[in-house]
């Protein structure tokens, strides 16, 4: 299906946004556009309102996810914020945090600049999680390609590696301890785009595996298939790499000008 996308108005109706997120009671959370100048806002399915007690940062937000106190996180250009009960706290501040995936409760992964970097491609992976009392940060994998990281259903996380994609299972991101290696799981894919990079990697509830470049391109391949399908752009449109999953299975492709379910 296809749908044109419609102009949102209304009071306090943000003018731009490049991050949505949904959380535990259906409220949706709006952040980012290109110049992190829109702030954030929360749409309660009635009215668009501030979370934030004060000033949001200018920052742009590329990842959000909800701990088990209702606390949102946020990954951005800023660093690593997590907002709860109005107030907004830095968690990691003079890095840039590019995305977040939530694995199991109270466990997340998170991509972030290393310190001191001088390059975008300059990144690790690090886990975040809530351990006596406090929340922990530790440097999981030191080494990382600056690509989507996504957690499936089962909270296992894909992203794009050379000849395919890899995969990172829930049991290990939580049992792992510092001076273990973390195990990554490989997987080999025929590169469905030629030599464009792929940015993206989601695994659906039915096990399909589906890829987006940077630009939109998309593809998929399902349990059974020999080689991956490339959607044509009249239904899957170009302009960003992001793919979701609903309640219900149906999957979304954002695009500039429309969406795809």
């Not at 946004?17 to 980012?32: M, T």
């Not at 030191?142 to 395919?164: F, H, K, W």
């Not at 049992?175 to 785009?193: D, E, T, Y």
């Amino acid at each position: 299906q296809q749908y044109p996308f419609v102009p949102i108005t209304g009071i306090n109706a943000p003018k731009g946004a490049s991050f949505l997120f949904q959380d535990h009671q259906g409220g949706l959370w709006l952040a980012g556009a290109e110049r992190g100048v829109e702030g954030l806002t929360y749409f309660d399915g009635t009215r668009f309102v501030s979370p934030v007690n004060g000033a949001f940062p200018k920052v742009v937000v590329s990842g959000m996810a909800e701990d088990s106190d209702a606390g949102i996180w946020i990954a951005s250009d800023g660093g690593l914020l997590r907002l709860s009960n109005g107030r907004l706290e830095k968690i990691v501040d003079g890095r840039r945090a590019w995305q977040i995936t939530k694995i199991a409760p109270d466990v997340f992964l998170v991509l972030m600049a290393k310190r001191g970097a001088n390059s975008i491609s300059e990144t690790e992976l690090v886990r975040v999680s809530w351990m006596r009392g406090k929340w922990k940060i530790q440097t999981v994998l030191e080494s990382m390609p600056n690509v989507a990281i996504q957690a499936d259903r089962s909270g296992n996380t894909l992203y794009p590696c050379d000849g395919g994609y890899c995969e990172l299972s829930s049991a290990a991101v939580e049992g792992w301890n510092l001076g273990r290696a973390l195990v990554v799981i490989r997987h080999s894919m025929l590169r469905p785009f030629g030599p464009m990079p792929v940015k993206a990697v989601f695994r659906d509830s039915a096990g399909c595996i589906w890829m987006r470049t940077d630009s939109g391109d998309t593809a998929c391949k399902c349990p059974g298939d020999s080689a991956p399908t490339v959607l044509p752009t009249n239904i899957a449109g170009r302009g960003h790499y992001t793919l979701s999953e609903l309640d219900d299975s149906s999957m979304v492709i954002p695009s500039f000008g429309e969406l795809a379910i």
